[in-house]
């Protein structure tokens, strides 16, 4: 009697480690590496130029209301401009911090996942044991740890500089409280980035809308500086709720603005968790 050879499949290993988290990463290095010139060319420059910047009377200049709203100085009322601190704050922790920095890992988080989806890596990674849940939650923790990548170069920018800058008298301290205040900015750009990534399928969509929203809020927070009749719009957009600079040049700001973008951070990686846990993907 002929017997039947019947032969098992063995299950699909579970992924150990974070691949994915590593994988994103891996693609955003070239985002990451033009923020890291960014923070040193800006840092560099500013202590090369120091000595000569410092005999020029840009308080003028800097101190008007359409400047002060470029360059988002929030109404902190700068005394002396011609300190390294006071330079280093405009031209780093103004609102460019947010503008550039923010708009680089918003387009990071928000290209992300739709990447995936048009490289097929999402379908592959689905098929094993890999649930939408960590998926996700992989590309969360990739683009906040490229936003701690970016706040630790911006600090090592500015130690660098200080090397050769006689006389810096940066407060290190105040330097510590003014990153963290802007790395909350980041968080609520990668959360912002994390939402749109997560139903649009274009990586070049979802990370531009984001970086349109980092945009228009900073339009908002320049046209809000300008007068009084358009300060509402000051307290609908971001930069407001981080007062990097104020903390910086004052020591002194409102502590709970923050923890506004935060919230507001962590509730826009949410509702984009929940789309994408809801959503049909596209077939290929």
Same mark, same amino acid.
């Given at each position: 009697?002929?017997?039947?050879?019947?032969?098992?499949?063995?299950?699909?290993?579970?992924?150990?480690?974070?691949?994915?988290?590593?994988? =994103?990463?891996?693609?955003?290095?070239?985002?990451?590496?033009?923020?890291?010139?960014?923070?040193?060319?800006?840092?560099?420059?500013?202590?090369?130029?120091?000595? +000569?910047?410092?005999?020029?009377?840009?308080?003028?200049?800097?101190?008007?209301?359409?400047?002060?709203?470029?360059?988002?100085?929030?109404?902190?009322?700068?005394?002396?401009?011609?300190? #390294?601190?006071?330079?280093?704050? &405009?031209? *780093?922790? @103004?609102?460019?911090?947010?503008?550039?920095?923010?708009?680089?890992?918003?387009?990071?988080a928000?290209?992300?996942?739709?990447?995936?989806?048009?490289?097929?890596? *999402?379908?592959?990674?689905? =098929?094993?044991?890999?649930?939408r849940?960590?998926?996700?939650?992989?590309?969360?923790?990739? =683009?906040?740890?490229? +936003?701690?990548?970016?706040?630790?170069?911006?600090?090592?920018?500015?130690?660098?500089?200080?090397? #050769?800058?006689?006389?810096?008298?940066?407060?290190?301290q105040?330097?510590?409280?003014?990153? /963290? &205040?802007?790395?909350?900015?980041?968080?609520?750009?990668? @959360? *912002? @980035?994390? /939402?749109?990534?997560?139903?649009?399928?274009a +990586?070049?969509?979802?990370?531009?809308?984001?970086?349109?929203?980092?945009?228009?809020?900073?339009?908002?927070?320049?046209? @809000?500086s300008?007068?009084?009749?358009?300060?509402?719009?000051?307290?609908?957009?971001p930069?407001?709720?981080?007062?990097?600079?104020? =903390?910086? /040049?004052?020591?002194d700001?409102?502590?709970?603005?923050?923890?506004?973008?935060?919230?507001?951070?962590?509730?826009?990686?949410?509702?984009?968790?929940?789309?994408?846990?809801?959503?049909?993907?596209?077939?290929?």
């Amino acid at each position: 009697m002929a017997t039947i050879a019947t032969t098992r499949v063995a299950p699909q290993r579970r992924v150990r480690g974070l691949p994915v988290l590593v994988n =994103a990463l891996v693609n955003a290095k070239t985002l990451l590496g033009a923020g890291a010139f960014y923070a040193f060319f800006i840092a560099l420059i500013v202590g090369f130029l120091y000595p +000569s910047i410092s005999q020029i009377n840009i308080g003028a200049y800097l101190g008007s209301s359409a400047v002060s709203g470029l360059v988002g100085t929030g109404g902190v009322k700068i005394t002396n401009f011609s300190t #390294f601190s006071t330079l280093i704050a &405009i031209e *780093l922790y @103004g609102a460019f911090y947010g503008l550039i920095f923010g708009s680089i890992v918003a387009y990071i988080a928000g290209s992300a996942l739709p990447l995936t989806i048009e490289n097929g890596t *999402l379908d592959l990674a689905l =098929a094993r044991p890999f649930s939408r849940t960590r998926y996700y939650l992989e590309l969360w923790g990739a =683009a906040l740890i490229a +936003s701690v990548v970016l706040c630790l170069l911006t600090l090592l920018s500015i130690w660098v500089c200080t090397l #050769f800058v006689k006389d810096a008298n940066i407060n290190w301290q105040w330097l510590t409280v003014t990153q /963290l &205040i802007e790395m909350a900015f980041l968080v609520f750009s990668v @959360g *912002l @980035g994390m /939402l749109f990534g997560s139903f649009l399928n274009a +990586s070049r969509a979802a990370g531009g809308a984001a970086v349109g929203i980092i945009f228009l809020a900073y339009f908002m927070n320049t046209f @809000g500086s300008l007068s009084n009749n358009f300060n509402w719009l000051l307290r609908i957009e971001p930069f407001y709720y981080a007062p990097g600079i104020q =903390a910086f /040049l004052t020591h002194d700001f409102t502590q709970w603005h923050p923890w506004v973008l935060i919230g507001v951070g962590l509730l826009c990686g949410l509702a984009g968790l929940a789309i994408f846990n809801r959503r049909d993907l596209p077939t290929t």
